[in-house]
């Protein structure tokens, strides 16, 4: 009799342990729709979490920031996706780097920025950028523009702009590393590159 009574239970406790088992193990996923991202013109989007090295500073273009440099975003080598300006606070040295998505689609995940001396680019010993290095980094984003705030700088300075930049669909679909457009590193063997920018006063 026991014997029969646990072999209709059996059925039962078997689909009180899979509801357990999956309620315990339900992944709470928000993908993101590019279709939905708000352009918010140089701003952070909500979508998304904010992670800093503790340095980076994002902020806004104002009337008293006037443009300098002007770079294509390219990404995956082969496409422009948007672009990457610097601007500067009159009066002051003070410099702010603005990436702007552009591509329809396409938004960027990953910023990372080094403005100051090419000589100081942290590179690794084949002479490459080491852009986890860089001292300025927004990750976890989900945004077509975002402005960040590379501080003081003289005149003239080199600036290396990296970005993820995730598109849907054109001009490609998924995610590709994109790179301020300029000049290739001479030692490096892959295609990053920086752009010099001379803003005097």
Not at 30 to 51: C, H, M, R, T, Y
Not at 60 to 67: A, E, K, V, W, Y
Not at 81 to 104: E, R
Request: charged content about 20%; some cysteine; overall charge negative.
């Amino acid at each position: 009799m026991k014997r029969k009574r646990l072999q209709l239970l059996a059925p039962f406790i078997l689909l009180v342990a899979m509801t357990f088992y999956s309620c315990e193990n339900e992944i709470d996923v928000d993908p993101v729709d590019p279709a939905a991202i708000e352009d918010n013109q140089f701003s952070v989007a909500s979508k998304g979490s904010l992670n800093t090295n503790g340095t980076t500073t994002t902020c806004t273009i104002g009337s008293n920031d006037h443009l300098c440099r002007t770079r294509d975003l390219i990404a995956g080598q082969n496409y422009v996706v948007g672009t990457v300006k610097v601007y500067c606070t009159d009066g002051t040295s003070d410099y702010k780097v603005v990436y702007d998505i552009t591509a329809p689609g396409c938004y960027l995940s990953e910023v990372h920025v080094y403005a100051g001396s090419e000589a100081d680019i942290p590179k690794t010993n084949s002479g490459c950028p080491k852009i986890g290095h860089f001292p300025q980094k927004l990750e976890g984003l989900s945004t077509t523009s975002v402005c960040v705030d590379v501080g003081t700088l003289p005149d003239e300075f080199t600036v290396a702009a990296h970005a993820v930049v995730n598109c849907s669909g054109s001009p490609y679909d998924g995610e590709e590393t994109a790179w301020g457009d300029g000049k290739r590193f001479p030692d490096c063997n892959n295609w990053s590159e920086c752009f010099v920018v001379d803003c005097k006063k």
